[in-house]
């Protein structure tokens, strides 16, 4: 989880703002920060947590040695060796192993169009001072955030809004019209976050600046694979794949385990092909009632099967009560699920031992195994009484919000 920082801003002699924004964002990557100016006006910057090639070499932000392209990055490249042995045959040279320098190499050569051809999870900003342009990205599935703020010839950009707040080129403006997407959503709107001046890149978006901070141009990544009616057969063949790459590191690698059938699936296939038990965590509840309270247990079965050991890290009224502040201080904006805070609380105990966490996460977006896929299924079927039923909350949750509004001073 590394941290990207681009200023753009010609009004700006020295590095004082960005240095901020890095400093905001040394949670991400503590193992190394640089600020780099490319020329008047424009600096890039990263915070790096070291995963694979840890040496100095591997550092970024990455640029070469005429100072023509510079990247900072976040995330990992799942194809980058078919990418570099491409790159090879061209004749590029390489200098550490890190996905990294593939990624830096791969968009000099090819551009804004060779993004298409990379796989992976990533937000990165590249700099093409040749054609003095400059470059944001996503993943086609969002994995990695890019917030960015653009008016007149300033450009701002970063993994986290606090950091472009830190800047202090960027008004702290609250944007009230979130509130409403937030009940429904639990977050604001896509490409949008709860300050009015900051905007959040789409998954999948790629939008090309001028080194003038205007917009040149916008393209729209898609997910390359994916499976079809005739192809299923090949599911156990592909998620074999994605585990095995997937989880490569240079550091301790552990699994967050729920007990279900995503994240135990997982854990079983690592054992299965590698033969090498994983340091895993779960949450586990004092005083706690109920079957969806037992996960902990079945975690654990599973790994003393496979030779490992799993930790359940208990939440109780006292933990959450001394922990609460710390975590609200560390989220970079309101999150309306309850997931959120048992997350961080895996990591919090879990950064003791291992650098990387690997979870079943998107499973069950991808086999519709939500409650809200059963309902819209149930919507299908009864769409009319469904729609009466929305109108009534519809009436309701605007009564709620009238309230909210009108106490909204207090509660700021």
Sequence with gaps: MCGVHL??????????????MVESGIHRGPDYAEVIHIKKGIFLASNR??????RDEANQPIADEERTAFLSWNGFIY????????????????????????????LKQKG????????GMFALVFVDVQNSEIILARDPVGMKSLY???????????????????SGVVKKEFDTEQIVPYWYLRTSLPSASFFK???????????????????KGTLKLTIQKRLTATDQFLFKQQLTEAVLTHFTA?????MILSGGADSSLLYHIWYRETGVPLPSYTIGFDKAKGKNTIDAKYAAELTKTMGGGNQEIKIGPDYFLATWEEYISQLDQPVGDSASYL???????????????????????LFAGYNRHKAFKAYLKHPQWCLSSSLYYQEADRNSLKAFILNLPVLL
């Design 112 to 119: 804004v169009k060779g993004i298409s051809s990379i796989e």
């Design 250 to 254: 240079e550091v301790p690698v552990g």
């Design 197 to 215: 001046e900051i905007k959040e890149l789409l998954p999948g978006q790629v939008l090309q600046f001028g080194f003038d901070g205007q917009r």
């Design 49 to 54: 947590l070291k995963i694979s090639d840890l």
């Design 79 to 106: 194809n980058y060796q078919d990418l570099k042995n491409q790159l090879l045959e061209e004749g590029v040279v390489f200098k550490t192993r890190s996905d990294g320098e593939v990624l830096f190499h791969w």
């Design 7 to 20: 200023l753009l801003d010609s009004s700006v002699s020295d590095d004082a703002a960005i240095t901020n």
């Design 148 to 166: 960015y703020y653009q008016q007149d010839n300033k450009l701002l950009c970063s993994s986290e809004v606090n950091s472009l707040l830190k």
């Design 343 to 365: 997350t961080w609380a895996i990591a919090k105990e879990a950064k003791k031992n291992v650098k990387v966490l690997v979870s079943g996460v998107g499973a069950d977006e």
